[in-house]
């Protein structure tokens, strides 16, 4: 990947970040604290995809932070992927949330929501052009793979994403960190076994790429010549 390449993919995250921060298409873009647009390398080679940003990420601005990210943050290393190394985002950009009458509380965003956001997330998909993408939770699945999708059914297998990237999904953090006991044991295992086929398909994907072009640069030039 040129410097240049790289450069011009920041370039138009950022100006997109910019237009997510001023976008008010739907009621949760007034109530929210602030927009989540997503982050990490411009150039990484797995994109996460989230439901939408919770408390803590609405008050900081930042996908996946809080307990949950750090969960987020132990599986992807232990599949040999740093946060730093790849990028995160979320199916809708702010936090969608509902008064029950003392203070707002998370809830899945709604397919208006999901439909005015969506072009958004398109956009940083193409942007990014990762190898591969990875769906977390049944929302974020859905919002890829048509509201028949079952995370519990279909998890760890893959589907064809947009531009044709390779999608799978498994389960979110935060439903592991709800669970408790054998249960915990279990879904644990499941997760395990989806991060290792992410693992696999991007050593497959590798193999298969073309070589990247070279940029070139005269090593034998210098001044005294
Ligand atoms: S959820 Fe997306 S489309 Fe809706 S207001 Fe926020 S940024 Fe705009």
């Not at 940083?124 to 769906?135: G, H, S, T, W």
């Not at 519990?152 to 390779?166: A, S």
């Not at 279990?186 to 997760?191: C, E, N, P």
Request: aromatic share 6%; hydrophobic share 40%; net charge neutral.
């Amino acid at each position: 990947m040129s410097l240049a390449e790289r450069s011009g993919r920041e370039r138009r995250l950022i100006n997109a970040a910019a237009l997510v921060e001023r976008c008010r298409k739907c009621a949760i873009g007034s109530t929210r604290r602030r927009s989540v647009y997503g982050e990490g390398d411009s150039c990484a080679e797995v994109m996460v995809v989230g439901e939408g940003p919770g408390e803590t990420e609405d008050l900081l601005g930042r996908p996946f932070v809080g307990r949950a990210g750090e969960l987020l943050d132990r599986m992807l290393l232990a599949i040999d992927l740093p946060r730093e190394s790849v990028y995160i985002a979320n199916t809708v950009k702010c936090r969608p949330t509902f008064d029950d009458g003392q203070r707002l509380r998370n809830r899945a965003p709604d397919p208006s929501e999901l439909a005015n956001c969506r072009g958004y997330l398109d956009e940083q998909i193409e942007i990014v052009r990762p190898r591969i993408l990875l769906a977390l939770g049944a929302p974020a699945a859905k919002s890829f793979l048509g509201p028949t999708f079952s995370i519990t059914r279909q998890r760890g297998q893959w589907y064809e994403g947009p531009l044709g990237i390779p999608l799978v999904a498994t389960f979110h953090p935060a439903y592991l960190l709800r669970m408790t006991g054998g249960e915990l044991t279990a879904v644990k295992r499941l997760v395990w076994d989806d991060l290792k086929a992410v693992r696999a398909k991007l050593y497959e994907v590798r193999a298969n790429a073309p070589a990247a072009p070279v940029e070139q640069i005269d090593l034998f030039s210098s001044e005294a010549d």
